[in-house]
C-alpha cells in the first residue's frame, strides 16, 4: 500500500484516494470558465480572422458544440465514480490498463510541455513592462512561486485559479460591454465606422471560402484545450455530484458569451480584413475604440492566462503522476502525500520538467521548442477521444446490466458521441493538411513508440503492474449494478463487458 503522509489534524476529511476535497463550488465554477479561455482567444483568434473572416464565429459555434458533447460525456463518467485520476481511470476500467497507462501519460505530457510554453510565454509579455529583466529570470519566478502555491494546498490553488479566471472575464465583459455600446450608442472614434453590416459586407460571411473556414476548425479546437481540466477536480470537489454538473451545464452559456459573443463584438468594431497574425484581436478592437493603454490591458490579460495555464499544468500533472503511480504505473514514491494532502513528490518532479523548458528555450532556437510543445495538440485530441470512448463504453455497460445508471446523463447517448469522435478524426485530417501544424503527427508517433518501450519493460519487471490495479483505500469500479457484485479489478473485462454485452447487439441509445 502506498505510503501516506497527510496530517490527521486538517479539518476536512480525506477522500479515498487521500486527497482533501477542498475546492467549492465559487472554484470549480472559476476553474471550469478558466479552462475555456485562453491565450488561443486573447492572441490565436487574429490569426484564425485573417484566414476565414467573419466565418470563424460558425467555426467557434460548431467546436463548441463538439466540446460540450465531450463535457457531458466526462460529467456522465464524473458522477459515476469521481475520482481524481478521471480520464486515465477510466480509460483503464473500460478500455484496459494499456489505455489507461497510455491516456494518464499523454495528458501529463500535455501539461508539461504546456507549463513549458506558458512560463516562458508568461516572461516574454514581462518584457513589455521591463525589457531589462532576463527572459529566463521571469520564467524561474513564475514557475518557483506557483510551485509554492501548489505545494501548499489545493484551496490555495483554486484560489489562484478563481482570480486568474477572473481577470480574463472581466476582460472580455467588459470589451463585450463597451463595444456594445460604441454600435448602439456611436461614442469614441469608433463610433462612426462600427456596424453590424462587418460580419457580412466585407467580402461576405465566408470571405476566404468555406474551404478556409473548414481549416480553422483545427485552430479553434486547439483554443478549448484545458477545459477537461474540471475533470481533474473530481477528487477534491467538495460536493462533486452537484458541482461538476452544475460547472459542465453552464458551458454552453460560457461558449456563446466569451467566444462567439466576443468575436461578433470585435468583427462589428473593426473589419475582419484589419486583423493580422499574431496581433490579439482584443488590441485591435480596444485601440480602434481609442482606449489609452490598450496594448498593456491585453499584454496583462494574456499574462494572467498563460499563468493560468501553468498553475493548471501543475496541478494536474501531479494528480495524474500520481494515479499513474498507485496503479505501478509510474515510481512508489509519486504516490506520497505531504501534511497538507498535496501530491509534493509529483508536482516537484513535473515543475523540474517544466524548468527544462525554461533552459531548452534559452539553448535552442524557437522554432526546435515549437515542435516540442506541438506535441500538446494531439495529446488533448487523445484525451478527448478517450472520454468518448470510455463514455460509450459505459453506457453499454449500463444498458448490458453490469453498472448502475448515470446520474448525469449526456444527451442523445452514444450516438451522439460517435458524432463527436468523428469530429475530432477530422480535426486530425486537418491537422495533417495544414504545413503549419502537422509536426505535432510526427511528433506524436515518437511519444508513442517511448511508451510501449516502457509498457514493455514494466510488465517484464512486475507484470501485476501493467493490469493498473487499484491499491487499497483507492475509489473502485462500482461493479455489477443486477446482482451487487464488486468488480475484482478496475478493469471490466473478460465475460463482464467483452462478451456479449459489448459485441455491439446491445441497444446503445
Known sequence: MAEKLYDERVDTPPDAE???????????????????IGTGLFLGAGTAISRSGPSLILSYAVAGLVIFVIMR????????????????????????PFAGYVTGWTYW???????????????????????GIPQWASALTFLVLLYAANLISVK?????????????????????????????????????TASLGHLWQDGGFFPEGIGSTVMTLQIVMFAYLGVELVGVTAGESENPEKTLPRAINTLPWRIMLFYIGALVVILSLVPWTEFRPGVSPFVAAFGKIGIPAAAGIINFVVLTAALSSCNSGMYSTGRMLRDLALRGQAPGRLTRLNSRRTPAFAITVSCLLMGIGVVLNGVVPARAFEYITSVA?????????????????????????????????????????????AFLAVVVVL????????????????????????????????????????????????????????????TLDGNTLDGNALDGNVDAR
Open 73 to 96: 460525456a466526462l460529467g456522465e463518467l464524473l458522477t459515476y465514480r469521481p475520482v481524481s485520476g478521471s480520464f486515465a481511470e477510466y480509460a483503464r476500467e473500460f478500455l484496459g
Open 156 to 192: 490555495l490553488f483554486g484560489e489562484i485559479e478563481f482570480w486568474f479566471s477572473m481577470v480574463k472575464v472581466t476582460a472580455i465583459i467588459g470589451m463585450i460591454l463597451i463595444g456594445v455600446g460604441v454600435l448602439t450608442l456611436g461614442f469614441s472614434k469608433a463610433g462612426d
Open 18 to 36: 487521500g486527497y482533501e476535497r477542498g475546492l467549492g463550488s465559487r472554484q470549480i465554477q472559476m476553474i471550469a470558465i478558466g479552462g475555456a
Open 377 to 421: 495538440t494531439v495529446c488533448g485530441l487523445w484525451t478527448w477521444a478517450m472520454i468518448l470512448i470510455s463514455q460509450i463504453r459505459y453506457r453499454r455497460a449500463w444498458r448490458a446490466g453490469h453498472l448502475p445508471p448515470p446520474t448525469f446523463k449526456a444527451p442523445g447517448g452514444t450516438w451522439v458521441s460517435g458524432a463527436a469522435l
Open 431 to 490: 491537422i495533417a493538411l495544414d504545413r503549419d501544424n502537422r509536426i505535432s503527427l510526427f511528433v506524436f508517433p515518437v511519444w508513442a513508440l517511448l511508451l510501449v518501450g516502457g509498457y514493455q519493460v514494466l510488465k517484464r519487471r512486475d507484470p501485476q503492474a501493467v493490469l493498473g490495479a487499484a491499491p487499497d483505500g483507492a475509489p473502485a469500479p462500482t461493479g455489477n449494478a443486477s446482482t451487487g457484485n464488486a468488480s475484482t479489478g478496475n
Open 109 to 131: 505530457l500535455f501539461w508539461v510541455v504546456t507549463g513549458m510554453a506558458e512560463t516562458t510565454a508568461a516572461a516574454v509579455y514581462v518584457r513589455f513592462w521591463a525589457p
